[in-house]
């Protein structure tokens, strides 16, 4: 496929090294990472040696303050590595929970944490979503406590949060005044790894994304510094809505890569697949199906590539930005799907990648946002 017209010589360049990477240190690793259920530490300090987690920070802490192009075609490369869970987690770091402490952290917080998150010597999450709901944010119920001019109290669980277990800063949003209606009394705290009445309850077993580790949380007394809010008291919400259009946009491109691969290593294997006297690739229902997805493919790749040149603008982008989630993340598991099919027997053994890409696809039409709730979001907006 041709490049999409906003790649520039820099995007192109972020490009080859993340495709280097991916050949040389993620394919010979993947299955060993699925296997032990995490993404290990050196993999992260790798990834933030390589520049990969900084290209969205500001370059006094150490990052190349990129734009959103540069971000969605990273992510699009590290996801054809057909491990997606390595994706989930990486970005899970650098682009849904960092955002948070570079929008809305203080220097003094960002001087203390964010160049070692940046480096990848130590690993962020994001907690939001709640064993009660997930889709519905303002809803959460976890709380957070005055407790005079010194410190929070955090009371509550959250589930499904990615790097949940490995993470050594967790950027929590909590419930700071229950009186106010839903959206308005929310508010984001950095709650960092070993602080007493932070509990890591539980690795969650999954379908897919496997090599990403999922954890469920309880806050049970957990007393934080009072200088450890991010961003302004119950204005939590608005900050989280706000870095969903990245993450949004990120979950866009590695459904991307994963489609696009899907469909070059099937279109490979029909090709040299011998069937009734010829390749699987004689018959016309077979090219025609593989043709269809790559017409799809490329039209969600040029939504992808247009959000991020839209957010670039810094034009209101939400409507775009959820038709590109929703859109992706139901492709994404129909490519899979097909793609499975037309490997046969062989799709549906471990053995063979496509059969991971199929589980690991499944998630997106899930997290960040299901289906369903982007599509209220384009609603909304027409
Ligand atoms: C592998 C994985 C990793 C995750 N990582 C994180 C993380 O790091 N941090 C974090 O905070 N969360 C994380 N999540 C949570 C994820 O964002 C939520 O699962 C998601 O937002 C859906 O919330 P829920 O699971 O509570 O489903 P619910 O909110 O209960 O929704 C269930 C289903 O109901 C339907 N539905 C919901 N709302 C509507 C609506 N308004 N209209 C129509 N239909 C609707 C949808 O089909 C939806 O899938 C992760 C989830 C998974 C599976």
């Not at 402490?101 to 070692?116: C, E, F, M, N, S």
């Not at 407790?147 to 800063?169: E, H, M, P, Q």
């Not at 106010?180 to 070993?194: C, H, N, P, Q, Y």
Request: glycine share 10%; with cysteine.
């Amino acid at each position: 496929m041709k490049d999409p017209v906003f790649l520039q010589d820099e995007h192109r360049m972020l490009k080859d090294t993340a495709r280097r990477f991916v050949d040389e240190e993620v394919r010979p690793n993947g299955d060993a990472w699925e296997e032990a259920g995490e993404i290990p530490r050196e993999t992260y300090r790798r990834m933030g040696e390589l520049g990969f987690f900084g290209i969205r920070s500001p370059e006094q802490y150490g990052g190349t303050d990129m734009d959103a192009v540069a971000m969605v075609a990273l992510w699009e490369e590290i996801a054809k590595s057909s491990y997606g869970g390595l994706g989930g987690s990486a970005a899970a770091h650098s682009e849904m929970a960092m955002p948070h402490l570079i929008r809305y952290g203080t220097d003094a917080q960002k001087d203390r944490l964010l160049p070692d998150l940046i480096e990848g010597k130590k690993v962020s999450a994001i907690t939001v979503t709640e064993p009660d709901g997930g889709s519905d944010v303002a809803g959460l119920k976890t709380r957070a406590v005055r407790k005079g001019n010194d410190s929070w109290v955090l009371n509550g669980s959250k589930v499904f949060i990615t790097n949940g277990c490995l993470a050594d800063v967790y950027m929590v949003a909590a419930r700071t005044d229950p009186e106010a209606k839903g959206s308005r009394g929310i508010t984001m705290f950095l709650v960092e790894k070993d602080t007493p009445g932070l509990n890591v309850a539980k690795r969650l077993d999954k379908h897919g994304w496997r090599c990403s580790d999922t954890a469920e949380l309880v806050f049970d007394d957990c007393e934080i510094p009072f200088e450890n809010i991010l961003g302004e008291e119950n204005k939590g919400f608005y900050a989280v809505m706000d870095n969903f259009q990245n993450e949004r946009m990120v979950a866009g491109a590695l459904c991307l890569g994963e489609a696009m691969h899907a469909i070059e290593i099937t279109t490979q294997h029909v090709k040299d697949r011998k069937a009734f006297g010829g390749t699987l690739w004689d018959k016309q229902v077979v090219r025609h199906k593989l043709a269809t997805l790559e017409m799809k493919v490329e039209a969600g790749r040029h939504l992808t590539y247009h959000c991020a040149w839209l957010d670039g603008q810094g034009v209101n982008c939400v409507k775009e930005v959820s038709m590109l989630k929703a859109y992706m993340g139901e492709l994404v598991n129909e490519v899979m799907y097909d793609c499975l099919q037309l490997h046969g027997g062989m799709g549906f053994m471990t053995e063979s990648p496509i059969e991971r890409m199929s589980r690991d696809a499944r998630v997106a039409a899930i997290g960040g946002g299901a289906t369903e709730v982007m599509l209220e979001e384009v609603a909304k907006r027409m």
